[in-house]
């Protein structure tokens, strides 16, 4: 080792000793309890603003102080320290006695029989809110059809207004609840498709609207469905797809088809979303008829109808009477309301041909609880009542309805509603989907049953010109002649003598009876038929 290395070592030695050996330097009051080794374990972070997280460099032999695995910010999180510029601060702590909790008394025991007395609030299945909100949604896709005053009103006694809703393009009310149903669909659901399988206004109106809404709809119908019904299906946009000889094949198929691919199968239901399009009806009628009495309803179909208008009516003025009209060959609302429960199984089956809406299943628990809250009176009417009405919308309003759109004005016209004299009533017609032939076979029958149309036999004899009398008498009267037969050998036991058959049509019951009359005063041996 040289000189100059000597001499620094030794020196480093000597300041070394020097340092280990003097005495300490007093200790301030404010140190007292702060010694620098406590003081050195306490400071976690840097010392001073812009200090290093990592080591220092060695400085007069010894390395800086190494700094804590914990961030200064993360102390907080504790709430014992409070950070000041890097330094911690430590607070004094007091001890408080815990506050004294008083223990609560047990609560009652009560029986199960205590609980089952407990009233429960009632449950509103439709609001009117949701019939105001399916108005205003369904405005632009459904138009508002008039509600006009009828030409029998003085026939009758009662200002009779007329809710025509046949006149929708499907020829149903349906429309409405099915166009808000359809909306009220998920995108990702109208974006796969519905499907139906009964051949109804329903399926007709679930056809129409889900093409205007660029929804996929596809329709299974047995072979048994007539070919003008499948044409109009198809003229709709729908997809048609005949399969099965029976509608219970059809609806096993499309159920199949709908979970295979994901289609919404669609059946008349009682959903709050149909219910409540179908009780727009009741919010137009109000608005359009002033001073009000009575609404009378058809519930042949569905009835839904029926409670969605009630619920609309009531709700904007509970004065207004609310009359369910029923077909008297299937009282379904009506025995379900005497054992105070939806009847299941009716033990009776509805002319097909003339209500093919109506199922069991069209009441359920929902619409009937409604119905029952909401409608004032329920009654039925014949068939017989239903194809005069339709003969009377024929004639007096020129209009072709179906027996369930004219079931509101069949009740009028049997008079069955005397409590009505005088009052403004309005009269529901829902729909006009009936085929052209069973139209045809219809209007033959109420003129009929309105003793309009008449048929007779009488015997002639082989005399010149007793046919020609009969047929003059005839013309004299004013009566139409529809149809004659002349048979010269239907009777063995006169064997010289002609029997006749007229079919004659009069103007109204007043002429028929004049007609009788005069023909039975004439000829002794005349025989009325019943057609």
Known sequence: MNFAAQFFYSRYLSEQLERLYSPKPAIKDSEENDPFWQRDELRLGPSHLGASHKCGPISNGSASRRLTLIEPERLKDFGEEDLLNGDVKVNDTKEVAAPEFKLQE???????????????????????????????????????????????????????????????????????????????????????????????????????????????????????????????????????????????????????????????????????????????????IYEQVPNLDAVIVPAAGQYGLLAGTAAAIKHLNSKILVIGIEPEGFPLLLQSLKIDSPVKDMHSYPNKKLYGDLVERSLGENTFHMAKKLVNKVITVSEEDSLVAMLRFQEFERSTVDTEGAMGLAAILAGQLPELKGKRVAVVVSSANMELELVRQCMDRALVLDERVSKFSVQLGEWPGDMAKLLDVLSRADVRLLDVCHRRHGDKSDLFNAKVECVVETRDKTQSAQLRKMLTERYPSICWLDR
């Open 106 to 284: 047990p609560p009652k025991t009560r029986r199960v029989s205590e609980f089952r007395d407990v009233p429960r609030p009632p449950v509103h299945y439709l609001r009117f809110e949701d019939i105001s909100a399916a108005a205003f949604k369904i405005q632009s896709g459904i138009q508002k059809t008039p509600c006009t005053y009828s030409r029998l009103s003085k026939q009758y006694g009662m200002e009779i207004y007329l809710k025509k809703e046949h006149l929708h393009y499907t020829g149903s009310v349906k429309e409405r609840g099915v166009l808000y149903l359809l909306s009220s669909l998920s995108q990702e659901q109208q974006r796969k498709g519905v499907i139906v399988a009964t051949d109804c206004n329903f399926s007709m109106a679930v056809a129409h609207h889900a093409v205007e809404l660029k929804i996929p709809v596809f329709v299974i119908m047995p072979s048994c469905c007539s070919s003008p019904r499948l044409r109009l299906y198809r003229d709709y946009g729908a997809m048609v797809i005949s399969y099965g000889s029976t509608g219970h094949d059809s609806q096993n198929h499309a159920s199949h088809l709908a979970k295979e691919n994901g289609y919404l199968y669609m059946e008349e239901d009682e959903s709050a979303a149909y219910l409540a399009g179908l009780g727009t009806v009741g919010m137009e």
